[in-house]
């Protein structure tokens, strides 16, 4: 019910945790100081996350406009949006955020897919996160092997996410290279590929 001061509270954590780093950096013991930054950074990501599936719409559009404009922040709430997109559905095996944009897809509001869609282009385009972002984008495409709703969710997700030339590069060859993954190949990552492919 107090989302918002618990997320401001966690914002301010997190750069008052920034600001503390950079002010500590010259420690004689900066590798138990960085270690420790790294577990705290995991924490924050991680009750980010926690915020974000719970409460989805606010939380979202909290941290997506806090992507471009606090730089302390950016690190967390793509760590945490891209460990929410390695959650599944216990029943059905599908992916928790794929399924939320799939729903907010097919909704008149197109906020949330707008917000998903900015998620899913910043952590592309992000040295520190663009291999684990192709390494999620890749368990959704199997699990659209076997879940429709899913190869449909990616049939409109991917083509908004390959508008520039370089994010179509990235995807475009994992949809090969999963394809080629194995004698079975992937028949979604197949339909996928045409579907973005240029005429």
């Not at 040295?127 to 699990?143: C, K, M, P, S």
Request: charged share 30%; with cysteine.
């Amino acid at each position: 019910m107090h989302y918002e001061h618990a997320l401001n509270a966690l914002l301010d954590a997190i750069r008052g945790q920034r600001r503390q780093q950079d002010q500590e950096g010259d420690e004689d013991d900066a590798e138990a100081y960085a270690e420790f930054v790294k577990e705290e950074a995991i924490q924050f990501a991680d009750a980010l996350e926690l915020l974000l599936l719970a409460l989805r719409k606010p939380v979202l559009r909290a941290l997506a406009e806090r992507l471009t404009g606090d730089r302390a922040v950016r690190e967390y709430a793509l760590l945490a949006f891209l460990q929410a997109c390695e959650q599944s559905d216990d029943h059905t095996d599908r992916p928790l955020v794929l399924d939320w944009y799939a729903q907010a897809a097919a909704t008149i509001d197109d906020t949330d897919t707008a917000h998903l869609i900015t998620f899913w282009q910043a952590a592309l385009v992000d040295r520190t996160r663009t291999a684990r972002a192709l390494r999620i984008l890749r368990g959704w495409v199997r699990t659209a092997d076997h879940d429709p709703e899913s190869e449909a969710a990616l049939t409109s997700l991917l083509p908004a996410l390959v508008t520039t030339p370089a994010n179509h590069s990235r995807v475009s060859h994992l949809l090969r290279t999963v394809r080629d993954a194995d004698k079975g190949g992937s028949p979604a990552a197949e339909r996928l590929l045409a579907r973005i492919s240029t005429p």
